[in-house]
DNA sequence: GCCAACGTTGGC
DNA sequence: GCCAACGTTGGC
């Protein structure tokens, strides 16, 4: 089993909104860039572990926890005339374009601050951190993975004055 | 195959 | 809204 991270602007989908949906589960389509179709297509495998990150938000961090729960399959966008993943040079026996099924696990126990990954030493490599880092799927080692995991608990137990409830509203 | 122009991403 | 970084496109 592997370790990802996925972004996306909560303005457009967030975790928030994966976490109230009733199968709690979604098709992660949309992914235009190659490098980040290639980890969608050959990396990501059912049960993988998935991190999601907000961008473009007013508090950018790692947010919630998912997992693959169903590998690369055509994205069925990519031939959606009208959808702005629209891809004329995609042909259907031949789809450039894959999507898989992302399932919520749970929510972290706060918002993970870009700031403050940038700033533990146990996450130096970490592609996310990486100057310029643009890709919308990444890797993430099993210790990053770890790493993470922890300090959202961690800091989450430090701050006993806030109760989870109110970071789990703080999500929408 | 080179590379300039352009569009997009995403932090701030 | 600004702008740096990056990916893609297309002329040559």
Redesign the pocket.
């Known amino acids: 089993l592997r370790y990802w991270l996925v972004?996306t602007?909560p303005e457009v989908f967030s975790f928030a909104n994966l976490w109230s949906a009733k199968r709690r589960t979604t098709a992660w389509d949309g992914v235009?860039?190659?490098?980040a179709r290639n980890y969608l297509r050959d990396g990501m495998r059912t049960g993988d572990g998935v991190l999601i990150?907000h961008?473009?938000?007013a508090e950018?961090g790692l947010v919630g926890l998912a997992e693959v729960t169903r590998a690369a399959y055509p994205d069925p966008t990519q031939f959606d005339r009208g959808h702005d993943g629209f891809d004329p040079?995609s042909a259907p026996r031949a789809p450039r374009w894959v999507c898989v099924d992302l399932t919520a696990v749970r929510p972290l126990e706060r918002l993970l601050p870009?700031?403050e990954l940038?700033a533990d030493p146990g996450l130096t490599g970490l592609p996310l951190l990486?100057?310029?880092?643009?890709?919308?799927v990444q890797p993430v080692s099993p210790e990053h993975w770890k790493r993470i995991l922890l300090l959202a608990a961690l800091g989450a137990r430090q701050d006993r004055t806030k109760p989870l409830s109110e970071n789990k509203l703080r999500m929408k």
């Open positions: 972004k602007e235009r860039n190659y490098q990150y961008s473009g938000a950018t040079k870009l700031a940038r990486q100057r310029g880092s643009r890709l919308s």
